[in-house]
C-alpha cells in the first residue's frame, strides 16, 4: 500500500565507501526527487526525473548520481561519502501536468557517516 | 535571487488558533504549499493556492496574497499531534526556466497543554 517506498531506512557507513539507496512509487506519477535535508531541517533539492529524464540536477557533488530505469524508480548512488553527506535523504514524486501538484514523499533514509 | 522567509519557531496553547506566515520571493509563481512534517518524519501535504484567497480544510486554512508575495497558514483548535514543523514552498522558475518547488526554513510549533 505504500505510497513511495525507499530502502534501506537506516545507514551507516565509513568515510570513503560507496551507497546506493533505493525508491519505488506506485501512484502512477511521472516526475520523482531526490531531496537531502541536513541537521539544521531545510529541505534542498538535489534530482528531478520526468518519465526518466533528468529535469533538474542542482549543484551537488558528481559523486552523487541518479539512476532512473524506468518512471516508477529512481535511485540514488552515492561515491566515496565524506562526514557532511550526513543528513536524511528524502525521495519525492508528483505528477507532472500543467498545474502544480502536491509532492509525495517516502519515509526517509537516515544516512550516518563514521 | 528567490526567497521565502517564515518564521523559525511558535509556540502555542492547545485549543488556542495559531498563524503562520510566509513571505515569497520567487521568478514566476505557479502555486504556494504548505507542508507538515513531524520530527523523524517525513513531510505530508496540508494545503495549495494559486489563485488569492482562503482554501479551508477542516482545521487548516492556507491564505495567499500574491501581490504581496503572502501567505499564512492558520491552525484552529490546536491539539498537541500539531506540533511540528510547517513548511512553505513556492512553485516558481529556475534560470533554466524549469519548473521547480522553493522551500522554506520551516516553522517549529509546539503546541503546550
Known amino acids: 500500500d505504500t505510497a513511495v517506498s525507499q530502502t534501506p531506512k537506516y545507514l551507516v557507513t565509513q568515510m570513503g565507501n560507496d551507497k546506493s539507496i533505493k525508491c519505488e512509487q506506485n501512484?502512477?506519477?511521472?516526475?520523482m526527487y531526490w531531496y537531502k535535508q541536513d541537521s539544521k531541517k531545510f529541505l534542498k533539492i538535489m534530482f528531478s526525473?520526468?518519465?526518466?529524464?533528468?529535469?533538474i540536477n542542482e549543484t551537488v557533488p558528481n559523486r552523487f548520481s541518479p539512476k532512473s530505469p524506468d518512471k516508477a524508480h529512481l535511485n540514488l548512488h552515492i561515491n566515496s561519502l565524506e562526514l557532511g553527506d550526513s543528513a536524511v535523504y528524502f525521495c519525492?514524486?508528483?505528477?507532472?501536468?500543467?498545474?502544480?501538484?502536491?509532492?509525495?514523499f517516502g519515509d526517509g533514509t537516515r544516512l550516518s557517516i563514521l | 535571487g528567490q526567497n521565502i522567509d517564515q518564521p523559525t519557531e511558535m509556540t502555542a496553547t492547545e485549543g488556542a488558533i495559531v498563524q503562520i506566515n510566509c513571505t515569497y520571493q520567487?521568478?514566476?509563481?505557479?502555486?504556494l504549499f504548505w507542508y507538515q512534517q513531524h520530527a523523524g518524519e517525513a513531510p505530508t501535504f496540508l494545503s495549495y493556492?494559486?489563485l488569492d484567497g482562503l482554501e479551508e480544510k477542516g482545521r487548516f486554512s492556507s491564505f495567499l496574497s500574491r501581490s504581496k508575495g503572502y501567505s499564512y497558514l492558520l491552525l484552529k483548535e490546536l491539539q498537541m499531534k500539531d506540533s511540528a514543523s510547517y513548511l512553505c514552498?513556492?512553485?516558481?522558475?529556475?534560470?533554466?526556466?524549469?519548473?521547480?518547488?522553493?522551500w522554506g526554513l520551516g516553522t517549529s510549533l509546539a503546541v503546550n497543554p
Open positions: 519525492a514524486s508528483s505528477q507532472a501536468t500543467g498545474e502544480a501538484q502536491p509532492q509525495h
Open positions: 501512484l502512477g506519477h511521472d516526475t
Open positions: 526525473y520526468n518519465n526518466k529524464e533528468l529535469i
Open positions: 520567487t521568478s514566476g509563481f505557479n502555486g
Open positions: 493556492n494559486v
Open positions: 514552498a513556492v512553485r516558481g522558475y529556475d534560470a533554466g526556466n524549469n519548473r521547480k518547488l522553493i
